[in-house]
């Protein structure tokens, strides 16, 4: 561990967290699908080019010659944007991987309570010839973060590979 956060912190405590999972996970060899991602990118950076491209024409040619593009602008950057707010929260739901590996699919979105120092994830999970499954999992940060802040890997990647089985048999070692 060689960065520390806040222990009070929950929201450093679950970023951390998730960023350690998806490292933990693509060092397995699972191979991470990003196209919810790249929906989200989609949107947002069409929303930001709308935007500059608004702002160029107004600042070019003047508020009278661009105020019927830049209502239409406005209107388009509004449904963009409630777009990526339902994708976000419909959609993706805390998502914070998706892949597979030999064949075995995991997709896992995870969250925090307010006040609650726990780490939630709900984790699916699809295998040739089988149904797909979903695993409610929830355990304290302070399983692998020590009481300074500091992330210990190993307690969390056992927590992992002896709770999810897909990660428990492409990680042996834990």
Known sequence: AD??????????LKNTTDDALGNYL???????????????????????????????????????????????????????????????????KGLIFEGAKDGKKISISTKTNKHDPTYYLDVTTTKPGFPESTLHLKTPFTTWFTADGYFVAK????????????????????
């Open 3 to 12: 960065s520390r956060v806040s222990p009070y912190s929950l929201n450093d």
């Open 155 to 174: 307690p969390f990647q056992q927590w992992l590979a002896s709770s999810i089985e897909v990660i428990g048999d492409a990680d042996v070692k834990n």
């Open 26 to 92: 693509r060092g397995l060899n699972f191979k991470q699908d990003n196209t919810k991602l790249d929906v989200r990118l989609a949107l947002g950076y069409t929303a930001v080019i709308i935007s500059a491209v608004t702002f160029a024409a107004d600042y070019k040619f003047g508020w009278e010659v661009t105020k019927t593009g830049t209502a239409w602008a406005v209107a388009v950057y509004t449904l963009l944007n409630g777009a990526l707010t339902l994708w976000l929260w419909f959609v993706e």
